[in-house]
């Protein structure tokens, strides 16, 4: 027996061995462990391109979602500077107002890092004129 003929032989039983392994209960599964790691070498450039795209990717979602909590805390701004000009509001433009309160402060207690202070006596005073308006039932009448 040459080298030759020990090698071939060597290299099918190796090959029927791991075949048995891949088929046997056992969850070892060398096969599939040897095409995810070629996969892996084979796409690795493309695998970085992804991974580039998700995180650019969610820093864009993270831009949007402040810029809408800033737009957000602007209409709440808003409000409140017509409620201390003496402009009055139907019911229903204070509830758009409270839901856009609880909208900001869902994203705040989400995002700690985000700087909230900014309305906090805008969204106690909204509060406060709302609580006033609702005992003395003289909220502007809905057109």
Same mark, same amino acid.
């Given at each position: ?71 957000? %805390? #602007?209409?709440?701004?808003?409000? =409140? ?5 003496? $402009? @009055?509001?139907?019911?229903?433009? +204070? ?22 202070? %900014? #309305?906090?006596?805008?969204?106690? =005073? ?5 609580? $006033? @308006?609702?005992?003395?039932?003289? +909220?502007?009448?809905?057109?």
């Amino acid at each position: 027996m040459n080298l030759q003929e020990m090698l071939l032989g060597g290299g099918i039983g190796v090959v029927g061995l791991l075949t048995l392994v891949q088929i046997a209960p056992v969850q070892v599964n060398p096969w599939s462990w040897l095409a995810k790691r070629i996969g892996r070498a084979i796409n690795a450039e493309v695998l970085d391109q992804v991974q580039t795209t998700q995180r650019k990717l969610d820093e864009h979602i993270e831009r949007d979602d402040a810029g809408r909590a800033d737009q957000v %805390r #602007a209409n709440i701004l808003a409000f =409140n500077r017509q409620l201390m000009a003496g $402009e @009055r509001h139907t019911r229903e433009e +204070f509830w758009e107002a409270l839901a856009s309160i609880d909208r900001y402060h869902k994203y705040c207690d989400a995002h700690p890092e985000y700087p909230n202070e %900014r #309305a906090v006596h805008a969204i106690h =005073n909204i509060g406060r004129v709302y609580d $006033e @308006r609702q005992r003395k039932n003289d +909220f502007l009448p809905d057109r």
